[in-house]
Protein backbone atom coordinates (compact mmCIF):
# COMPACT_ATOMS: atom_id res chain seq x y z
CA UNK A 1 0.00 0.00 0.00
CA UNK A 2 2.96 2.24 0.49
CA UNK A 3 4.74 1.74 -2.50
CA UNK A 4 1.01 2.93 -4.57
CA UNK A 5 0.52 5.98 -2.30
CA UNK A 6 4.19 7.36 -3.03
CA UNK A 7 3.49 6.32 -7.05
CA UNK A 8 0.46 8.66 -6.88
CA UNK A 9 2.07 11.38 -4.66
CA UNK A 10 5.16 11.25 -7.40
CA UNK A 11 2.26 11.35 -9.87
CA UNK A 12 0.36 14.35 -8.36
CA UNK A 13 3.99 16.04 -8.48
CA UNK A 14 4.21 15.83 -12.17
CA UNK A 15 0.94 16.83 -13.07
CA UNK A 16 1.38 20.17 -10.86
CA UNK A 17 4.71 20.51 -11.89
CA UNK A 18 3.87 20.41 -15.76
CA UNK A 19 1.26 22.48 -15.69
CA UNK A 20 3.07 25.16 -13.54
CA UNK A 21 5.73 25.14 -16.51
CA UNK A 22 3.13 24.66 -19.29
CA UNK A 23 1.70 28.40 -18.13
CA UNK A 24 5.31 29.99 -18.76
CA UNK A 25 4.62 32.55 -16.15
CA UNK A 26 7.50 34.36 -15.15
CA UNK A 27 9.12 33.37 -12.11
CA UNK A 28 12.17 36.23 -12.77
CA UNK A 29 12.27 40.05 -12.61
CA UNK A 30 15.14 40.94 -15.14
CA UNK A 31 15.33 43.57 -17.96
CA UNK A 32 18.06 41.41 -19.01
CA UNK A 33 15.82 38.65 -19.93
CA UNK A 34 14.63 40.49 -22.76
CA UNK A 35 17.50 39.29 -25.12
CA UNK A 36 17.55 36.10 -26.56
CA UNK A 37 15.45 33.23 -24.95
CA UNK A 38 15.51 34.85 -21.75
CA UNK A 39 17.48 33.68 -18.67
CA UNK A 40 19.11 30.71 -18.99
CA UNK A 41 18.82 27.51 -16.57
CA UNK A 42 22.07 25.68 -15.95
CA UNK A 43 20.02 22.56 -15.31
CA UNK A 44 21.54 21.44 -12.01
CA UNK A 45 19.49 20.28 -8.76
CA UNK A 46 19.64 22.41 -5.61
CA UNK A 47 22.71 19.93 -4.14
CA UNK A 48 25.40 20.93 -6.48
CA UNK A 49 23.75 24.53 -6.90
CA UNK A 50 24.69 24.96 -3.24
CA UNK A 51 28.86 24.05 -4.50
CA UNK A 52 28.90 26.60 -6.50
CA UNK A 53 26.47 25.29 -9.61
CA UNK A 54 29.62 22.37 -10.66
CA UNK A 55 27.75 18.74 -12.20
CA UNK A 56 29.99 18.20 -14.65
CA UNK A 57 32.26 15.80 -12.80
CA UNK A 58 29.50 14.94 -9.88
CA UNK A 59 27.75 11.73 -9.93
CA UNK A 60 27.10 9.93 -6.67
CA UNK A 61 27.89 12.36 -3.55
CA UNK A 62 28.54 10.62 -0.17
CA UNK A 63 26.97 7.26 -1.58
CA UNK A 64 23.12 9.45 -2.19
CA UNK A 65 22.18 8.86 -5.48
CA UNK A 66 21.62 12.25 -7.21
CA UNK A 67 20.62 13.26 -10.28
CA UNK A 68 22.86 15.21 -12.46
CA UNK A 69 20.79 16.11 -15.72
CA UNK A 70 24.40 18.43 -16.62
CA UNK A 71 25.98 15.47 -17.46
CA UNK A 72 23.62 12.38 -18.28
CA UNK A 73 26.80 9.89 -17.86
CA UNK A 74 26.03 10.17 -14.32
CA UNK A 75 22.96 8.41 -14.58
CA UNK A 76 25.01 5.09 -15.05
CA UNK A 77 26.34 5.29 -11.11
CA UNK A 78 22.43 5.10 -10.06
CA UNK A 79 21.49 2.10 -8.32
CA UNK A 80 18.60 2.82 -6.29
CA UNK A 81 15.07 4.46 -7.81
CA UNK A 82 15.46 8.51 -7.29
CA UNK A 83 13.31 11.45 -7.03
CA UNK A 84 14.09 14.77 -6.49
CA UNK A 85 11.47 17.57 -6.89
CA UNK A 86 12.17 20.90 -5.97
CA UNK A 87 11.02 24.76 -4.99
CA UNK A 88 12.37 28.03 -6.69
CA UNK A 89 12.99 31.71 -4.65
CA UNK A 90 14.18 34.50 -6.61
CA UNK A 91 14.65 38.18 -4.85
CA UNK A 92 15.92 40.86 -7.21
CA UNK A 93 16.93 44.54 -6.19
CA UNK A 94 17.39 46.47 -9.67
CA UNK A 95 19.25 50.11 -9.79
CA UNK A 96 19.45 52.62 -12.33
CA UNK A 97 21.15 55.45 -13.46
CA UNK A 98 18.23 58.19 -14.70
CA UNK A 99 18.08 62.06 -15.26
CA UNK A 100 16.59 62.61 -11.89
CA UNK A 101 19.32 60.14 -10.21
CA UNK A 102 19.39 56.59 -8.94
CA UNK A 103 16.64 54.32 -8.62
CA UNK A 104 15.96 51.12 -7.78
CA UNK A 105 13.07 48.28 -6.99
CA UNK A 106 12.88 45.07 -5.85
CA UNK A 107 10.65 42.32 -6.70
CA UNK A 108 10.07 38.76 -5.46
CA UNK A 109 9.17 35.48 -7.12
CA UNK A 110 8.29 31.78 -6.11
CA UNK A 111 7.84 28.48 -8.28
CA UNK A 112 7.52 24.58 -7.95
CA UNK A 113 10.96 24.70 -9.99
CA UNK A 114 11.77 20.44 -11.25
CA UNK A 115 11.05 17.44 -10.80
CA UNK A 116 13.05 14.25 -12.54
CA UNK A 117 13.11 10.40 -12.28
CA UNK A 118 15.66 8.02 -12.25
CA UNK A 119 15.55 4.19 -12.84
CA UNK A 120 18.25 2.02 -12.43
CA UNK A 121 17.98 -1.04 -15.82
CA UNK A 122 21.18 -3.10 -14.79
CA UNK A 123 24.32 -2.82 -12.69
CA UNK A 124 25.91 0.32 -14.40
CA UNK A 125 23.33 1.92 -16.07
CA UNK A 126 19.90 4.14 -15.30
CA UNK A 127 17.31 6.01 -16.74
CA UNK A 128 16.06 9.28 -16.02
CA UNK A 129 13.22 11.67 -17.00
CA UNK A 130 11.48 14.58 -16.12
CA UNK A 131 10.46 18.13 -16.53
CA UNK A 132 13.07 21.53 -15.53
CA UNK A 133 13.49 25.28 -16.88
CA UNK A 134 15.46 25.70 -19.77
CA UNK A 135 14.70 29.48 -19.82
CA UNK A 136 12.82 32.49 -17.90
CA UNK A 137 11.66 35.78 -19.18
CA UNK A 138 9.90 38.21 -17.45
CA UNK A 139 10.83 42.48 -17.21
CA UNK A 140 8.40 45.52 -17.10
CA UNK A 141 10.14 48.53 -17.04
CA UNK A 142 10.19 52.39 -18.57
CA UNK A 143 12.39 55.32 -20.20
CA UNK A 144 11.64 58.36 -20.81
CA UNK A 145 13.34 60.72 -23.21
CA UNK A 146 12.14 64.29 -23.15
CA UNK A 147 11.51 66.84 -26.51
CA UNK A 148 9.19 64.24 -28.07
CA UNK A 149 11.45 61.97 -27.43
CA UNK A 150 14.92 63.58 -29.25
CA UNK A 151 16.49 63.85 -25.20
CA UNK A 152 16.97 67.50 -25.48
CA UNK A 153 17.38 69.50 -22.32
CA UNK A 154 14.19 71.42 -22.81
CA UNK A 155 12.00 68.98 -20.86
CA UNK A 156 8.58 69.33 -22.77
CA UNK A 157 6.26 66.82 -24.23
CA UNK A 158 8.07 63.80 -22.92
CA UNK A 159 7.81 60.25 -24.82
CA UNK A 160 7.75 57.11 -22.40
CA UNK A 161 9.17 54.01 -23.80
CA UNK A 162 7.50 50.98 -22.19
CA UNK A 163 9.03 47.84 -22.59
CA UNK A 164 7.44 44.26 -20.46
CA UNK A 165 7.80 40.57 -21.28
CA UNK A 166 6.54 37.33 -19.61
CA UNK A 167 6.85 33.69 -20.32
CA UNK A 168 9.69 30.85 -20.44
CA UNK A 169 10.72 27.50 -21.93
CA UNK A 170 10.14 24.50 -19.99
CA UNK A 171 13.02 21.21 -20.94
CA UNK A 172 11.19 17.95 -20.68
CA UNK A 173 14.29 15.24 -21.13
CA UNK A 174 14.54 11.39 -21.53
CA UNK A 175 18.05 10.54 -20.66
CA UNK A 176 20.23 6.65 -20.60
CA UNK A 177 23.71 6.04 -19.02
CA UNK A 178 25.82 3.46 -19.03
CA UNK A 179 29.13 2.12 -17.48
CA UNK A 180 31.16 1.09 -20.47
CA UNK A 181 33.68 -0.21 -18.06
CA UNK A 182 34.01 0.05 -14.27
CA UNK A 183 35.52 3.83 -14.97
CA UNK A 184 34.20 5.04 -17.79
CA UNK A 185 30.72 6.06 -17.94
CA UNK A 186 29.04 7.80 -20.99
CA UNK A 187 25.03 8.77 -21.27
CA UNK A 188 22.93 11.24 -23.24
CA UNK A 189 19.55 12.98 -22.72
CA UNK A 190 17.04 13.54 -25.64
CA UNK A 191 14.87 17.06 -24.77
CA UNK A 192 12.06 18.56 -26.03
CA UNK A 193 12.43 23.02 -25.59
CA UNK A 194 8.84 24.30 -25.06
CA UNK A 195 6.96 27.32 -24.25
CA UNK A 196 5.69 30.73 -25.03
CA UNK A 197 7.77 34.45 -24.82
CA UNK A 198 5.87 37.31 -25.23
CA UNK A 199 6.96 40.97 -25.36
CA UNK A 200 5.40 44.40 -25.33
CA UNK A 201 6.77 47.78 -26.53
CA UNK A 202 4.63 50.47 -26.42
CA UNK A 203 5.43 54.50 -27.53
CA UNK A 204 3.26 57.10 -25.63
CA UNK A 205 3.56 60.89 -25.31
CA UNK A 206 0.94 61.47 -22.26
CA UNK A 207 1.30 65.62 -21.95
CA UNK A 208 0.78 65.62 -26.22
CA UNK A 209 -2.91 66.46 -27.25
CA UNK A 210 -3.57 64.51 -30.14
CA UNK A 211 -0.73 62.02 -30.01
CA UNK A 212 -1.64 58.41 -31.00
CA UNK A 213 0.38 55.93 -28.80
CA UNK A 214 1.61 53.38 -30.20
CA UNK A 215 2.62 49.44 -28.86
CA UNK A 216 4.31 46.68 -30.63
CA UNK A 217 3.22 43.16 -29.37
CA UNK A 218 5.59 39.99 -30.20
CA UNK A 219 4.55 36.33 -29.57
CA UNK A 220 6.60 33.88 -29.85
CA UNK A 221 5.42 29.67 -29.35
CA UNK A 222 8.68 27.58 -29.41
CA UNK A 223 9.19 24.13 -29.67
CA UNK A 224 11.61 21.63 -30.69
CA UNK A 225 14.37 18.72 -30.00
CA UNK A 226 17.73 19.49 -28.50
CA UNK A 227 20.49 17.09 -27.33
CA UNK A 228 23.32 16.31 -24.79
CA UNK A 229 25.89 13.98 -24.22
CA UNK A 230 28.27 13.61 -22.02
CA UNK A 231 31.48 11.10 -20.50
CA UNK A 232 32.87 10.64 -16.84
CA UNK A 233 36.34 8.61 -16.21
CA UNK A 234 36.25 8.01 -12.51
CA UNK A 235 39.59 6.64 -11.04
CA UNK A 236 39.11 5.47 -7.43
CA UNK A 237 42.42 5.84 -5.52
CA UNK A 238 40.63 3.77 -2.37
CA UNK A 239 37.39 2.66 -2.01
CA UNK A 240 36.53 5.62 -0.48
CA UNK A 241 38.35 8.07 -2.60
CA UNK A 242 37.53 9.41 -5.90
CA UNK A 243 38.66 11.26 -8.49
CA UNK A 244 36.54 12.29 -11.17
CA UNK A 245 36.75 13.80 -14.59
CA UNK A 246 33.81 14.82 -16.86
CA UNK A 247 32.46 16.30 -20.22
CA UNK A 248 29.16 16.99 -21.81
CA UNK A 249 27.87 19.03 -24.20
CA UNK A 250 24.35 20.28 -25.77
CA UNK A 251 24.51 20.38 -29.54
CA UNK A 252 23.71 23.23 -31.47
CA UNK A 253 20.66 22.60 -33.60
CA UNK A 254 17.16 24.43 -34.63
CA UNK A 255 13.76 24.60 -32.71
CA UNK A 256 10.92 25.55 -34.25
CA UNK A 257 9.34 29.05 -33.63
CA UNK A 258 6.07 30.31 -34.59
CA UNK A 259 5.78 33.92 -34.28
CA UNK A 260 2.61 36.31 -34.17
CA UNK A 261 3.31 40.23 -34.61
CA UNK A 262 0.79 43.10 -33.59
CA UNK A 263 1.42 46.94 -33.79
CA UNK A 264 -1.92 49.10 -32.97
CA UNK A 265 -2.50 52.60 -31.92
CA UNK A 266 -4.60 53.54 -28.70
CA UNK A 267 -5.41 56.37 -27.12
CA UNK A 268 -6.72 57.05 -23.19
CA UNK A 269 -9.71 58.59 -22.00
CA UNK A 270 -10.16 61.09 -19.53
CA UNK A 271 -10.37 59.13 -16.81
CA UNK A 272 -6.52 57.25 -17.46
CA UNK A 273 -7.65 54.18 -19.37
CA UNK A 274 -6.23 52.59 -22.18
CA UNK A 275 -8.86 52.31 -24.89
CA UNK A 276 -10.01 49.80 -27.46
CA UNK A 277 -6.92 49.98 -30.49
CA UNK A 278 -8.16 52.20 -33.23
CA UNK A 279 -6.80 50.13 -35.50
CA UNK A 280 -3.98 47.21 -36.15
CA UNK A 281 -1.27 48.84 -38.68
CA UNK A 282 0.62 45.27 -38.47
CA UNK A 283 -0.94 41.88 -38.27
CA UNK A 284 1.42 39.19 -38.84
CA UNK A 285 0.11 35.72 -37.39
CA UNK A 286 1.65 32.38 -37.30
CA UNK A 287 4.76 32.87 -39.05
CA UNK A 288 7.08 30.23 -39.42
CA UNK A 289 10.77 30.43 -38.20
CA UNK A 290 13.96 28.72 -37.14
CA UNK A 291 15.58 29.40 -33.86
CA UNK A 292 19.25 28.37 -34.03
CA UNK A 293 20.63 27.04 -30.38
CA UNK A 294 24.37 27.80 -29.39
CA UNK A 295 26.69 24.55 -28.30
CA UNK A 296 27.29 24.81 -24.64
CA UNK A 297 30.55 22.90 -23.81
CA UNK A 298 31.10 21.67 -20.04
CA UNK A 299 35.12 20.47 -18.13
CA UNK A 300 34.65 19.14 -14.98
CA UNK A 301 37.09 18.05 -12.12
CA UNK A 302 36.14 16.72 -8.86
CA UNK A 303 37.75 14.87 -5.81
CA UNK A 304 35.81 13.06 -3.06
CA UNK A 305 36.32 11.28 0.21
CA UNK A 306 33.11 9.42 1.01
CA UNK A 307 31.58 10.74 3.72
CA UNK A 308 33.97 13.25 4.76
CA UNK A 309 34.23 15.47 1.49
CA UNK A 310 34.03 16.69 -2.10
CA UNK A 311 34.99 19.77 -4.05
CA UNK A 312 35.52 20.03 -7.83
CA UNK A 313 35.23 22.60 -10.52
CA UNK A 314 33.72 23.61 -13.95
CA UNK A 315 34.36 25.73 -16.97
CA UNK A 316 31.70 26.29 -18.94
CA UNK A 317 31.61 27.62 -23.22
CA UNK A 318 28.67 28.81 -24.97
CA UNK A 319 29.10 29.62 -28.75
CA UNK A 320 26.32 32.44 -28.54
CA UNK A 321 28.01 34.31 -31.26
CA UNK A 322 25.94 31.71 -33.45
CA UNK A 323 22.77 32.14 -31.97
CA UNK A 324 20.07 33.58 -34.64
CA UNK A 325 16.67 33.69 -33.70
CA UNK A 326 14.44 36.20 -31.47
CA UNK A 327 15.18 39.41 -29.61
CA UNK A 328 18.20 40.63 -31.32
CA UNK A 329 18.02 44.19 -31.21
CA UNK A 330 20.45 46.96 -32.69
CA UNK A 331 21.52 47.52 -29.03
CA UNK A 332 22.91 44.05 -28.22
CA UNK A 333 25.69 42.13 -29.35
CA UNK A 334 25.86 38.05 -28.60
CA UNK A 335 29.02 37.05 -27.37
CA UNK A 336 30.56 33.85 -26.61
CA UNK A 337 30.18 32.53 -22.64
CA UNK A 338 32.51 31.58 -20.60
CA UNK A 339 31.64 30.77 -16.85
CA UNK A 340 33.98 29.33 -13.54
CA UNK A 341 31.92 26.80 -11.16
CA UNK A 342 34.17 26.59 -8.01
CA UNK A 343 32.81 24.53 -4.51
CA UNK A 344 32.35 21.83 -2.70
CA UNK A 345 30.70 20.55 0.40
CA UNK A 346 31.75 18.81 3.83
CA UNK A 347 30.46 16.30 5.98
CA UNK A 348 32.10 15.81 9.49
CA UNK A 349 31.10 12.62 9.59
CA UNK A 350 28.43 10.55 7.16
CA UNK A 351 28.37 7.24 9.56
CA UNK A 352 27.64 9.18 12.85
CA UNK A 353 25.19 7.60 14.83
CA UNK A 354 24.20 9.99 18.06
CA UNK A 355 25.05 13.44 16.13
CA UNK A 356 23.18 14.85 13.64
CA UNK A 357 24.61 17.79 12.81
CA UNK A 358 27.76 15.47 12.32
CA UNK A 359 25.71 13.94 9.01
CA UNK A 360 24.62 17.31 7.61
CA UNK A 361 26.36 17.96 4.17
CA UNK A 362 27.70 21.76 4.19
CA UNK A 363 28.03 23.68 1.22
CA UNK A 364 29.81 26.16 -0.51
CA UNK A 365 30.84 27.51 -3.73
CA UNK A 366 31.78 30.20 -5.90
CA UNK A 367 30.37 31.46 -9.56
CA UNK A 368 32.13 33.91 -12.58
CA UNK A 369 29.96 34.07 -15.18
CA UNK A 370 31.15 35.98 -18.22
CA UNK A 371 26.99 36.35 -20.11
CA UNK A 372 26.41 36.48 -23.56
CA UNK A 373 25.14 39.56 -23.56
CA UNK A 374 27.22 43.01 -24.58
CA UNK A 375 24.79 46.07 -24.14
CA UNK A 376 25.92 49.18 -26.40
CA UNK A 377 29.60 47.72 -25.80
CA UNK A 378 29.57 46.44 -22.06
CA UNK A 379 30.00 43.53 -20.94
CA UNK A 380 27.53 41.99 -18.93
CA UNK A 381 28.59 39.71 -15.72
CA UNK A 382 27.63 37.97 -12.98
CA UNK A 383 29.52 37.17 -9.16
CA UNK A 384 27.78 34.96 -7.31
CA UNK A 385 28.62 32.89 -3.88
CA UNK A 386 26.77 30.30 -2.96
CA UNK A 387 25.42 28.46 0.15
CA UNK A 388 23.96 24.69 0.62
CA UNK A 389 23.17 22.38 3.44
CA UNK A 390 22.23 18.73 2.54
CA UNK A 391 20.35 17.92 5.58
CA UNK A 392 19.25 13.68 6.23
CA UNK A 393 15.98 12.51 7.32
CA UNK A 394 15.62 9.52 9.32
CA UNK A 395 15.59 6.30 6.60
CA UNK A 396 12.92 3.72 6.48
CA UNK A 397 12.95 0.36 9.14
CA UNK A 398 13.81 -1.62 6.28
CA UNK A 399 17.06 0.25 5.40
CA UNK A 400 15.88 0.47 2.00
CA UNK A 401 14.53 4.23 1.24
CA UNK A 402 16.58 7.29 2.11
CA UNK A 403 15.52 10.74 2.32
CA UNK A 404 17.53 14.30 2.14
CA UNK A 405 16.17 17.74 2.13
CA UNK A 406 18.68 19.95 -0.01
CA UNK A 407 18.70 23.98 0.88
CA UNK A 408 20.91 26.08 -1.47
CA UNK A 409 21.22 30.30 -1.64
CA UNK A 410 22.87 31.91 -4.42
CA UNK A 411 23.95 35.32 -3.40
CA UNK A 412 25.28 37.57 -6.28
CA UNK A 413 25.20 40.83 -8.97
CA UNK A 414 24.73 40.92 -12.29
CA UNK A 415 25.53 44.13 -14.64
CA UNK A 416 26.63 47.56 -14.14
CA UNK A 417 25.48 51.15 -13.52
CA UNK A 418 25.40 52.67 -16.30
CA UNK A 419 25.01 56.74 -17.40
CA UNK A 420 22.16 59.13 -18.27
CA UNK A 421 23.14 58.40 -21.82
CA UNK A 422 23.95 54.16 -21.58
CA UNK A 423 21.32 53.62 -18.86
CA UNK A 424 22.14 50.22 -17.74
CA UNK A 425 21.19 47.82 -14.72
CA UNK A 426 22.55 46.41 -12.23
CA UNK A 427 20.78 43.38 -10.33
CA UNK A 428 21.84 41.96 -6.41
CA UNK A 429 19.79 38.97 -6.12
CA UNK A 430 19.13 36.20 -3.80
CA UNK A 431 18.42 32.44 -5.69
CA UNK A 432 16.92 30.34 -3.36
CA UNK A 433 16.51 26.52 -3.57
CA UNK A 434 14.71 23.84 -1.99
CA UNK A 435 14.89 20.13 -2.95
CA UNK A 436 13.75 16.68 -1.51
CA UNK A 437 15.08 13.68 -2.62
CA UNK A 438 14.37 10.01 -2.34
CA UNK A 439 16.23 7.10 -2.97
CA UNK A 440 14.33 3.54 -2.74
CA UNK A 441 14.53 0.30 -3.92
CA UNK A 442 11.08 -0.09 -5.96
CA UNK A 443 12.38 -2.94 -7.72
CA UNK A 444 13.19 -5.78 -5.35
CA UNK A 445 12.75 -9.56 -5.04
CA UNK A 446 11.32 -10.63 -1.23
CA UNK A 447 12.81 -14.30 -0.11
CA UNK A 448 10.88 -15.81 1.99
CA UNK A 449 12.39 -19.28 4.26
Known sequence: MIKYTKFFIIILLA????????????????PYSRYGLGDIDPSVLPQTRGMGGIGTAINKINNFNTINVLNPASYGFINYTTIDVGLYSNIVNLSQITPTGQTSVSNANFRLSHINFAVPVSRRSALSFGLMPYSEMGYNYKQTKSSLGSGLPVDTNAVNYLYSGDGGLSKAYFGYGVGITKHLYIGGNVSYIFGNLIQNEATESPNSYGFLNSQEEHSNSIGGLNYDYGIQYAFDLSDTKHLTFGYSASTSNSINNT???????????????????????????NSKTKIK??????????????????????FTMGSWSNYTGINQGADVKFQNSKTFNIGG?????????????????????????QTYLNLNNTNINRYAVTFGLGLPLAPSQTLTTFYKVNLSAEIGKRGTLGTVDNPLVKENYVNIHLGFTLNDKWFQKYKFQ
Open 15 to 30: VSAFGARAQSTATTSS
Open 345 to 369: QYTPNGNALRNYFARVDYRLGFIYD
Open 259 to 285: ESYIVSQYTYDSSGNQNTPADSVVNRQ
Open 293 to 314: LPQINHFGVSYQYDNHYLVGAD
